[in-house]
């Protein structure tokens, strides 16, 4: 079907892990273009996050960090998890790097403003790109995230000489489904985190045949290796880039979507 011939957005769904969708449909309100109709907002988390039993990796962690040493917090889940082992003002570590501006607000809250918070982009690029002069060579490096993710940051801070160690604190489920899912092309489906497009896929799988029209569905993605795994997971309908996880950043790039699919078609 051609992008031309299909239907007007109906419904959104947000999927971050409960309590956390409160600000997208917040921005998603607010960045509302005069005319347009609001599509019917729907919360239906793909992840559900826990932190680990004991503090997970971080206690032996600690007891190795030095002064000198960089921590980087993946997410905010990663600072609340993490200052609940131990505050962070109590941390050996003398600098901290936030992936995101999110991130960097929960470590600022958290009384250790991030050192590096990237600016160009909310992703492990942007911050790649804030820490290029940032002698690595030698240095020790930890990485505080849940059980998997980030291996390109991890990969190029080790190109340039730095000591990687990865610290988990929490980790990541698919939560059981909660049919009837909202599915095809005139739903738009808004997914930042790269696991839960496992769980999307997965879920295309638990739904009673219901799979085309699920794959069939509209993604609005935070990048091209977000796009690139969604379609390597057999996703079929278009899949958008935002260019960020970023609230407002998300809200401005689903109107764009919303307002291309309920124009008028040429010559009406």
Same mark, same amino acid.
């Given at each position: 079907?051609?992008?031309?011939?299909?239907?007007?957005?109906?419904?959104?769904?947000?999927?971050?892990?409960? %309590?956390?969708?409160?600000? &997208?449909?917040?921005?998603?309100?607010?960045?509302?273009?005069?005319? &347009?109709?609001?599509?019917?907002?729907?919360?239906?988390?793909?992840?559900?996050?826990?932190? +680990?039993?004991? %503090?997970?990796?971080?206690?032996?962690? +600690?007891?190795?960090?030095?002064?000198?040493?960089?921590?980087?917090?993946?997410?905010?889940?990663?600072?609340? /998890?993490? =200052?609940?082992?131990?505050?962070?003002?109590? $941390?050996?570590?003398?600098?901290?790097?936030?992936?995101?501006?999110?991130?960097?607000?929960?470590?600022?809250? @958290?009384?250790?403003?991030?050192?590096? +918070?990237?600016?160009? !982009?909310?992703?492990?690029?942007?911050?790649?790109?804030?820490?290029?002069?940032?002698?690595?060579?030698?240095?020790?490096? $930890?990485?505080?995230?849940?059980?998997?993710?980030?291996?390109?940051?991890?990969?190029?801070?080790? @190109?340039?000489?730095?000591?990687?160690?990865?610290?988990?604190?929490?980790? =990541?489920?698919?939560?059981?489904?909660?049919?009837?899912?909202?599915?095809?092309?005139?739903?738009? $489906?808004?997914?930042?985190?790269?696991?839960?497009?496992?769980?999307?896929?997965?879920?295309?799988?638990?739904?009673?045949? !219901?799979?085309?029209?699920?794959?069939?569905?509209?993604?609005?993605?935070?990048?091209?290796? /977000? =796009?690139?795994?969604?379609?390597?997971? %057999?996703?079929?309908?278009?899949?958008?880039?935002?260019?960020?996880?970023? /609230?407002?950043?998300? #809200?401005? #790039?689903? $109107?764009? &979507?919303?307002?291309?699919?309920?124009?008028?078609?040429?010559?009406?």
């Amino acid at each position: 079907m051609a992008d031309r011939d299909l239907p007007p957005i109906r419904e959104v769904v947000l999927t971050r892990p409960a %309590g956390s969708n409160a600000g &997208l449909r917040e921005a998603l309100v607010a960045a509302r273009p005069a005319g &347009l109709v609001q599509p019917n907002v729907i919360t239906q988390p793909l992840l559900a996050i826990q932190p +680990l039993a004991n %503090g997970g990796e971080l206690p032996d962690a +600690l007891s190795a960090m030095t002064p000198a040493d960089l921590v980087v917090f993946v997410s905010p889940r990663a600072v609340e /998890a993490a =200052r609940d082992v131990r505050p962070l003002s109590d $941390w050996p570590a003398s600098e901290f790097a936030a992936v995101g501006a999110a991130t960097g607000r929960a470590l600022a809250e @958290a009384g250790r403003p991030a050192a590096f +918070l990237p600016g160009s !982009s909310e992703d492990s690029e942007g911050l790649l790109e804030c820490l290029r002069d940032v002698p690595m060579s030698g240095r020790r490096v $930890w990485i505080i995230r849940g059980e998997t993710g980030r291996e390109l940051l991890a990969d190029s801070l080790a @190109a340039r000489g730095a000591e990687l160690h990865f610290v988990a604190v929490y980790q =990541r489920e698919c939560p059981a489904p909660r049919p009837p899912f909202p599915a095809g092309p005139a739903c738009l $489906w808004i997914v930042t985190a790269p696991q839960a497009l496992d769980c999307f896929a997965r879920l295309a799988g638990e739904t009673d045949g !219901s799979e085309s029209g699920l794959l069939d569905s509209n993604l609005l993605v935070i990048n091209e290796r /977000a =796009r690139d795994r969604a379609w390597e997971l %057999g996703v079929r309908g278009p899949i958008l880039l935002a260019g960020g996880p970023g /609230a407002e950043t998300l #809200a401005h #790039a689903a $109107w764009a &979507l919303i307002a291309e699919r309920q124009a008028p078609p040429p010559g009406h």
